[in-house]
């Protein structure tokens, strides 16, 4: 299946999470999950082609200081709901990253803290997610990659999507990192990209490896989140809401 960013002026990570097919000949339904990255750089311009996807709920996984550093909550007209679900992630720090080990080894790591310290923090993110009054839903962070790559790759997991489908949905992001850059080179030409490999890149490996060790450890990604709370009846009405014949 041919997977298609929704383009925005300034929007690059913006995609439809409907379509997959399941193992249980199941489908995610078309226009109810949306997943992005910073959704406060819509602009003006935006604003039709966005209103048309009937998007009801925003989740910002970020915390109220990063919001705030990067321009704030999405546009009042984006949706009629817009929860802050901040996930627990701790800093990124440079000299953490070894070349030697390279950008997966430090991408896996970074994810492991988060996954140790937002147990309960997903839980409550994917019920909200799960409830059916707030589909349409667009969940986002700064890049639409880490955060929300986690958040996605679970629920697509919980919902019974296959594992290359769920590899090569993350992997996207690397096409939307790109389109930025190209952005940012239209808009200034004498722009040089600086970021390390560990931001530009997004390889399968990284959410394949936390998706193998969540397993080895809890048995599943269902697994995971019981440990949290989470419970059959959350699991059925994600089900409920999200998949159809």
């Not at 890049?143 to 958040?151: A, E, L, Q």
């Not at 594992?163 to 090569?168: A, E, P």
């Amino acid at each position: 299946m041919v997977r298609e960013f929704i383009d925005f002026a300034q929007v690059f990570n913006f995609r439809d999470c409907g379509g997959f097919e399941t193992n249980d000949n199941h489908h995610i339904a078309h226009r109810k999950l949306y997943r992005s990255d910073n959704l406060a750089a819509l602009t003006d311009a935006d604003v039709t082609k966005y209103q048309e996807l009937g998007i009801r709920t925003i989740i910002d996984l970020r915390p109220a200081p990063e919001i705030e550093d990067w321009g704030g909550p999405a546009p009042k007209w984006a949706a009629e709901n817009w929860i802050n679900s901040a996930l627990r992630n701790p800093a990124w720090l440079d000299e953490d990253y070894s070349p030697e080990a390279g950008h997966v080894s430090y991408l896996v790591a970074r994810y492991r803290e988060l996954l140790a310290a937002s147990g309960a923090e997903l839980v409550a993110t994917i019920r909200a997610i799960a409830n059916p009054s707030a589909a349409p839903v667009v969940v986002h962070c700064l890049g639409g990659r880490d955060r929300t790559g986690i958040v996605i790759a679970f629920i697509l997991d919980l919902l019974g999507v296959p594992d290359q489908d769920i590899l090569s949905d993350y992997q996207m992001t690397e096409q939307a990192h790109a389109r930025r850059q190209a952005w940012l080179i239209a808009a200034d030409p004498d722009y040089i990209n600086t970021d390390p490999d560990y931001v530009t890149k997004t390889p399968s490996d990284v959410i394949e490896t936390v998706l193998d060790g969540v397993r080895a450890e809890y048995g599943s990604v269902l697994g995971y989140l019981k440990n949290s709370g989470f419970t059959d009846e959350d699991l059925a009405q994600l089900k409920r809401t999200y998949l159809e014949s």
